[in-house]
């Protein structure tokens, strides 16, 4: 990337969902003494501070989503459906997390009816042409939104490890452009957010499809070439297919903003220990001076 600024958007649920079921699965949920679990927190906490070592943002905003009724829920009662509720022990901690991000000067955004992905989505949009933008996450729906100056930052297993898409490295791996990832769902569904695609089309037709086609538009209008079981499944699943397209899409015009002076990454060291302690976090001391030695290295 080249020397403008670099705005680091983090995706705190992506974070947070993470660093629960890597400790969770065996049964450590790290309760404090005032009967709180910390374990999301603690590790949430652990992949922030170690972004912000590896990427070295100036500037840095997390976001959220606000509940699980979106305008995406409305459009399809199923979607998401097959989501289990959150367990009790992480109930507590979106709240803690979001007071541990305030603690170090990041602002929160998020806003009811929309995912966090959709903030991403915007604040990308709004200041990549100004800036270069990283986003922190684990889910690969976000790729969507690459673009020269947009990079995407896929967490790998550990802590600090990272898997970074460009524009034209997605273009490489994958053989379409980023934006067509969304007719790329529209056709194979997604079975973690619960929506179909067209019944028979899976992952790999998909991308053979919209790498031929580069897009549903193009894809249907251009019927007659496709095999006679392909028309099939398409034809009779036109609506679904439209419906999974519109779906997939980040919304990247939602109504949140958040000022870039107020996202300029200034953690007040002694503000940051008080926080860790008082939440009897534990071994987060060295990742807050390994962050805060970057930063001042500047």
């Avoid at 509720?85 to 305030?102: G, H, I, S, T, W």
């Avoid at 989505?121 to 200041?127: D, E, Q």
């Avoid at 270069?132 to 802590?159: A, F, P």
Wanted: with cysteine; charged share 25%; hydrophobic share 40%.
């Amino acid at each position: 990337m080249n020397n403008k600024q670099h705005l680091l958007i983090v995706d705190g649920m992506a974070l947070l969902f993470r660093a629960f079921y890597a400790t969770s699965v065996y049964g450590n949920f790290m309760i404090n003494s005032k009967g709180v679990p910390t374990n999301a927190v603690n590790g949430f906490l652990k992949h922030l501070l170690a972004s912000i070592k590896h990427f070295n943002p100036s500037h840095v905003i997390c976001c959220w989503d606000m509940g699980s009724k979106t305008y995406r829920s409305e459009l399809f009662d199923h979607y998401k459906a097959n989501r289990p509720e959150a367990p009790v022990e992480m109930l507590p901690q979106f709240d803690l997390a979001k007071e541990v991000v305030e603690a170090l000067n990041i602002p929160n955004i998020g806003l009811s009816g929309y995912e966090a992905d959709d903030c991403i989505g915007t604040l990308a949009k709004l200041y990549g042409g100004e800036m270069n933008v990283s986003i922190l996450t684990g889910d690969r729906d976000l790729l969507q939104l690459l673009t020269v100056d947009v990079q995407v930052v896929l967490m790998q297993k550990g802590i600090g490890q990272y898997k970074v898409y460009t524009h034209d490295f997605f273009t490489e791996e994958t053989g379409i452009l980023p934006a067509h990832l969304i007719d790329v769902k529209g056709l194979m569904g997604d079975s973690s957010d619960n929506y179909p695609g067209v019944k028979g089309i899976g992952e790999k037709t998909a991308y053979k499809l919209i790498a031929k086609y580069k897009s549903i538009e193009g894809l249907l209008s251009s019927l007659e070439e496709l095999t006679k079981a392909q028309r099939s499944k398409i034809e009779q699943d036109l609506e679904m297919l439209h419906l999974s397209r519109r779906l997939a899409e980040i919304t990247c015009d939602v109504p949140v903003e958040c000022p870039l002076d107020e996202a300029i990454l200034n953690v007040e060291h002694n503000r940051a220990v008080q926080m860790i302690e008082e939440l009897e976090l534990r071994g987060l001391h060295t990742f807050l001076s390994d962050a805060l030695a970057v930063r001042e290295a500047m």
